[in-house]
């Protein structure tokens, strides 16, 4: 199984943090989780999405879990892909 919400890349271009942030958001069910699992504030979350800028640090740890997320989504189901991505992230 693949992520519920698969990225799409456009002419080549990488994803935007903000639609990774969508997707992570979707995939965790709330943006309070994924602000929990980032250890970040849910207000933070929600300026991601909505495009305002994020530091280098915290864009590389959305780039890693949603690396880790889709890749534990092809071997686990959903549920069960939170648990194992939230014991490693928590």
């Known amino acids: 199984m693949s992520q519920h919400f698969v990225l799409h890349y456009d002419e080549g271009m990488p994803v935007a943090i903000k ?37 280098e640090a915290n864009a590389g740890r959305v780039d890693l879990l949603e690396m880790v997320m889709a890749s534990l989504l092809r071997i686990y189901e959903p549920l069960a892909a939170e648990r194992r991505s939230g014991g490693c992230w928590a």
Not at 19 to 36: M, N, T, Y
Request: proline letters at 3%; a positive charge.
């Open 19 to 55: 639609e990774k942030v969508d997707a992570l958001s979707r995939d965790f069910g709330s943006q309070r989780k994924l602000a929990e699992l980032l250890d970040v504030s849910p207000a933070q979350v929600t300026r991601w999405r909505h495009g305002r800028g994020i530091d």
